[in-house]
């Protein structure tokens, strides 16, 4: 089983759309949970990072962590077509600033 | 709003020629860090550096790869002999602190090994 698990999509919804995006892992020493988003040939770049189970939000993005069911979702509400890229979900043991990552969700959000 | 640049964008090199690839990190920061990613699969930690020396490195990250920070600005990875399987995205990253959530990453070099 691999460590992070992340279906790679393509997810394609209508503008406007909440978007659901979402990561297994299955190492209980995962501590610290990041949502990466990449724009077609770019670097990653942080979206959201938390630490504790529950619901974080900033501004349309809602970064939810479920450590009992090693599952973590990042909600997108009022998705723009500006959305369109691949999210990375990304994890960190304690004690170590090294992510393992998840292949990534390809989001298309079309007008 | 300050960036981390990587050069080239793109690099065309052959089996087992060396090649050199260039970061600038964000001035300030201390940390510093490559990653690659093999096309349609996830990013991969190779090394980080800190105080002008390696401070954790992966499996990946074998003898035939070296970084170095050669001035105050320019932070290298090298690949003594490129290998097909080499050819990637090479991200470098850096931050300026040791949490994960301030890490910059740079817009990538594509490596093509031939």
């Known amino acids: 089983q691999k460590e992070v698990e992340q279906d790679p999509g393509p997810l394609s919804v209508p503008e406007g759309a909440i978007v659901s995006l979402n990561c297994t892992y299955s190492?209980?020493?995962?501590?610290?949970f990041m949502w990466y988003r990449q724009y077609s040939r770019k670097g990653p770049e942080l979206l959201m990072y938390?630490?504790?189970?529950g619901n974080k939000e900033d501004g349309r993005f809602t970064a939810q962590v479920d450590k009992s069911s090693k599952y973590i979702s990042l909600f997108i509400r009022d998705s723009q077509p500006s959305d369109s890229a691949t999210y990375l979900c990304?994890?960190?043991?304690?004690?170590?600033?090294?992510?393992?990552f998840g292949r990534g969700t390809s989001l298309i959000v079309h007008p | 709003e300050p960036e981390v640049t990587q050069t080239p964008s793109h690099q065309v090199t052959q089996m087992g020629q060396e090649v050199i690839l260039r970061c600038v990190p964000i001035?300030?920061?201390?940390?510093f860090y490559w990653y690659r990613q093999i096309l349609g699969q996830k990013v991969e930690f190779l090394v980080s550096?800190?105080?002008?020396?390696?401070?954790?490195k992966s499996e990946i990250f074998d003898d035939q790869f070296s970084v170095e920070r050669p001035d105050g600005s320019n932070f290298t990875l090298k690949i003594r002999s490129t290998k097909l399987e080499d050819s990637a995205m090479y991200f470098c990253?850096?931050?300026?602190?040791?949490?994960?959530?301030?890490?910059?990453f740079g817009p990538g070099t594509r490596l093509t090994v031939l």
């Open positions: 550096f800190y105080n002008n020396e390696i401070s954790e």
């Open positions: 990304a994890m960190t043991r304690g004690g170590s600033y090294i992510p393992t």
């Open positions: 190492n209980s020493a995962f501590q610290y």
């Open positions: 938390t630490y504790s189970s």
């Open positions: 990253a850096s931050s300026d602190d040791r949490g994960t959530d301030t890490q910059y």
């Open positions: 001035s300030n920061h201390l940390y």
